[in-house]
């Protein structure tokens, strides 16, 4: 008896189960595919970054171009990669006056500071003649005095390469390696070059406090004093637009001339950005001020009449004493940001051996 007991409701849980009304457990959900979406967080302040409808973040894409960054094979002869030009320690930039390619070819300008490179939209190096990080990566790959690398043969490289078609596959879902490709994986990881927790951004967050000589520099920066805050005002500390400050009378290098035609452009430059800026010498676009007090002095003291300056900066200099380049200087120190300079996940990654 207990026997036809136990079958009859064993009967009936299966028929419960089978009606549609007593059953919880509803099919396994469907596992995800593709690459994970990676949001970036914009620091208070900031615009918003602007990213490509047709290169989302993602945090294979973001693995996949740091891996590349660091490699030298995106080299001619797999000497050089980003990252022998633009070093994380120093904010991305070199502390060389002209960085040095392949075979020790020297380069014609300084190598910019990359710090939160993702806003210098739409205008990028320091003549401007890329209009996104996507347009700027093949530039130096195939510079003979700087990667000196044909793209077929890197593709193919890529392509015969034990780990790169598999991280494609990750990062694109396609295990075929195209320029296109590598351009975007390389934009994605520069877009996580993001800097803003220097002692600045703590000031302004009520974190911290400007100590005299610093809040004198600040005073200096952000007034027509020093007349910097024109060009270096907002919180990226650059305009993104393009300035004859007076470093020659007769300027050697066309700058964002060469872009434009325009003689009106002739010996401009773009304003790099000064966050990070104590970590970032020597300075001018050919690396010609090897101190930043130097770089500093020479707008206090030694603008030149030359042919499209700007008219907010004085031939002759400010005239800016000794006690306030020091404080400037003091100030411009609260620009480095220690967690963005150490920050592991911007170092090369660990490869198993590949």
Known sequence: MIRFVLAGLTAMVLLAG?????????????????????ELATPAGFPPLPIPADNPMTVEGV???????????????????CASCHRPNAAFSDPRRVSLGVADREG??????????????PRLFWDGRAESLEEQVPHPVVDFDEMDQDWGELLAELQNHAAYPA?????????????DLVTKALAQ?????????????????????????????????????????????????????????????????AGRSDVTGKRSDYGKFKS????????????????????????????????????????????????????????????????????????PALRPPTVNGQ
């Open 18 to 38: 089978c009606d549609g009304g007593g059953s919880t457990v509803g099919p396994d959900p469907p596992e995800p595919t593709g690459p994970t979406p990676l």
């Open 189 to 253: 990881f520069e877009r996580t070059f993001i800097s803003a927790e220097a002692k600045f951004d703590r000031v302004q967050r009520g974190e911290a406090t400007f100590t005299d000589a610093e809040a004198r520099g600040f005073e200096l920066f952000f007034t027509e004093r020093g007349e910097c805050f024109h060009c270096h005002g907002n919180p990226l500390f650059t305009d993104n637009d393009f300035h004859d400050i007076g470093l020659d009378a007769a300027p050697d290098d």
């Open 108 to 121: 014609f300008r300084n190598a910019p500071n990359l710090t939160n490179i993702g806003w210098a939209n």
């Open 167 to 179: 991280l494609f596959e990750a990062a694109f879902e396609t295990t075929q390696i195209t320029q």
């Open 272 to 343: 790099p950005t000064l966050r990070n800026v104590t970590v970032t010498a020597p300075y001018m676009h050919d690396g010609r001020f090897a101190t930043l007090r130097e770089a500093v002095q020479h707008y206090a003291t030694g603008p030149r009449p030359s042919p499209n300056l700007d008219p907010l900066i004085l031939v002759g200099g400010f005239g800016l004493s000794e006690q306030e380049v020091d404080d400037l200087l003091a100030f411009l120190e609260t620009l480095t940001d220690p967690a963005f300079l150490n920050n």
């Open 63 to 81: 693995a996949l171009g740091r891996r590349l960054f660091f490699d030298p094979i995106l080299s001619g002869d797999n000497s050089i990669a």
